[in-house]
């Protein structure tokens, strides 16, 4: 089985988040993408489905993020 691109970054976005948000703080997608060296545009894109699909949510603010 093969996983395209697109499915591969959001699987390394939604591990990233899950590793880094169990305390309950929102993780900053600047953060997931210097950490997973992945580019910041690109997972941001990716952030939408994922968050009409309910598998993100995101925290608007100075503190925000994504959980």
């Known amino acids: 089985?093969?996983?395209?691109t697109r499915a591969?970054?959001?699987i390394r976005l939604?591990?990233?988040v899950a590793k880094h948000a169990a305390d309950?703080?929102?993780v900053s997608l600047k953060d997931v993408a210097l950490r997973q060296s992945l580019p910041k545009l690109y997972l941001s894109q990716l952030t939408i489905p994922l968050r009409n699909a309910a598998l993100l949510k995101s925290?608007?603010?100075n503190?925000?993020?994504f959980l």
């Open 8 to 10: 591969c970054y959001a």
């Open 59 to 61: 925290v608007w603010g």
């Open 1 to 4: 089985m093969r996983i395209n």
């Open 24 to 26: 309950g703080r929102p």
């Open 14 to 16: 939604m591990a990233d």
């Open 63 to 65: 503190k925000g993020g």
